[in-house]
């Protein structure tokens, strides 16, 4: 559709005058330009504008002012240009300080000398050729790490997932080997890389139902313990290795519970012997305490009100339960978030964001349909 019919289109909908239409098309128009039209998932031949339009004729008449005041000063959009530079600066801002501080700690130097001393600087670079990097969704982007540290990081040290076979596994080390010139070798940190974090569940939780530890974490786990046995004991990782989990973004909630349960875990002796002597979480950027829009009370109640109102229980599933909000119209896990990621919505977010259902009949209940404004891809089906 053409944005300026669009917009026409919208002010009927919103019943806006002349002069309210005006102010709000030129926030529209800039918005959409600069950020929300790069949304990768709109349907052909749908932008922000038409998404937005169709959107809001879900609601009564007398609730689309307030479903509209939620995009306008609410919705927090990440694009493509801000995941870069989160992605680009992953290495000079994390991994090189880790890499740096780890040397300096060793030779009993400040962190200042370790590049002025050849000898600390060369232990730099080993340890830097010693790390690995594994990516824990596709969001990591490894693709784009590795083009960013061009020379400086090795293709052989980057890889796109951590569940490898013993053939991957094997390649690595022997690579790992051949550019050190150094046949006993072995890798001294590991970096699980991944963009978004809501709840942390999906990285490590623990079923206390079952007593058990569970997530993307744990797979992590069993992949090297499988790898080392079918290496027949040759070593992956020296004496004393250490794990880094960096997320992209993560939500206030979702950093301190990754660092809580790294601790409990490890108090727990989840991991065998030989796993890492430490653990360590970063974060490329940590969202706002007070995001979530239930966060403080009086802020968004006419559209928390919505969130009830307007919900299918049909997008509630066995994945979802995971994170312990059976009513998912704050989102999963209830985190509340107005975010938005341009390559996908996280379902952290409320559910008028993403879900999308045809409504009907749910155990005696008419559930309306839910219409998204950023529609999601889901993860599982």
Known sequence: ?????????????????????????????LMARIKYDGYRDFQAGMRFIESLATWLQQFLPEERETAYAFVRDALVYIGAGEMQRLVEQFYPRTVRDRLVRTVASERGMPPYRVLADPDARAAAERLRRQTLFMGLSDGARVDTIRHA??????????????????????DLIDNLRSDLADPEACFRLVYLVD???????????????????KGKLLKFRDSVVNATKALKGDKLFEDGWELCIHHYVASTAAARAIEGRLLASSAAKVFEKGWARAMHASFGTILAADLPIDSRPGRFDDFLKLTQTYYDPKIRTKHTDVGGAAHLGLGYGGCALPLVLDHNTPNNSVALLWAETDGGDRDGVNAPAMRPLFRRRQRHA
Do not use: H, P, Y
């Open 149 to 170: 540290n061009s020379g400086l990081l090795n293709n052989e040290q980057i890889v796109q997932t951590t569940q490898l076979d013993s053939e991957k596994w094997r």
């Open 195 to 213: 963009d978004f974090a809501g709840t942390g569940t999906s990285f490590l939780r623990c079923d206390k139902k079952k007593k058990e530890w």
């Open 1 to 29: 559709m053409n944005q300026d019919l669009a917009l026409k289109v919208l002010g009927q909908i919103m019943s806006w005058s002349d002069d309210r239409a005006r102010k709000e098309f030129q926030w529209l128009r």
